[in-house]
């Protein structure tokens, strides 16, 4: 089924490639039929691919334990080290990067329970989203949800070809964890920055699925 966030993008994206198709079907003959059929058979399918939001099974234990981490997002961990977020752990931490390319699921949800305590949205560049400085340079909504563990922060981050974050969230809002919180549209980046002495469980090169792959657990 394809997500609520992209209906304004998805609808007139689907209307352009059926329109291909159903004009060159009346109008055209031969290759040029066939080209143009191709083309509005390509908007189609890579729009409902984009746009989709398939059903995932959230870890019971992530259900049940605060402490538990889960990916927010779909993708490859392409870096895990420790840094100094002054904004809201305010300290040493260990930051989780997720890249999203364009044939990822692009829904974003919560990594953990808690209630949210920040949330600023920041206008920026379009740096591809592999590049170190696009944590800090990128337009990204950051975002920072407390429990009884401690403090995660995460930052939803567009690339060179994303230009839009959906975020519903709210200052006080309180989420579970895997709840759906929006989505960033094309190529993107996701970044999770957890307490110094958290316990990760993924390591750099591996593909997490948004929801469904435990991050990490916090000190106890």
Not at 64 to 79: F, M, Q, R, T, Y
Not at 113 to 133: C, I, N
Not at 152 to 160: E, L, N, R, Y
């Amino acid at each position: 089924m394809l997500t609520k966030y992209g209906y304004d993008n998805a609808i007139p994206m689907l209307l352009i490639g059926f329109s291909f198709i159903f004009l060159a079907a009346l109008f055209l003959k031969g290759y040029g039929s066939v080209f143009t059929i191709s083309i509005g058979a390509i908007i189609v399918f890579f729009t409902l691919w984009f746009f989709r939001d398939p059903e995932r099974v959230i870890p019971q234990e992530a259900l049940h334990d605060p402490s538990v981490l889960i990916a927010p997002a779909d993708g490859k961990v392409v870096e895990i080290k420790e840094t100094e977020e002054l904004e809201f752990i305010k300290g040493k931490a260990i930051q989780i990067s997720i890249f999203l390319s364009p044939l990822d699921v692009h829904v974003n949800r919560s990594p953990v329970s808690g209630t949210v305590d920040f949330y600023r949205y920041m206008q920026g560049e379009y740096l591809v989203a592999w590049h170190p400085k696009s944590s800090e340079l990128n337009e990204q909504s950051r975002i920072g949800i407390t429990n009884q563990y401690g403090k995660v922060f995460f930052k939803q981050i567009t690339g060179f070809l994303a230009r839009r974050i959906v975020c519903t969230i709210q200052k006080g809002q309180v989420l579970s964890s895997g709840e759906k919180i929006g989505m960033m549209k094309f190529g993107s980046r996701m970044d999770v920055l957890v307490p110094v002495h958290t316990d990760i469980k993924v390591v750099i090169g591996q593909t997490v699925r948004g929801a469904e792959s435990i991050l990490a657990i916090l000190p106890k």
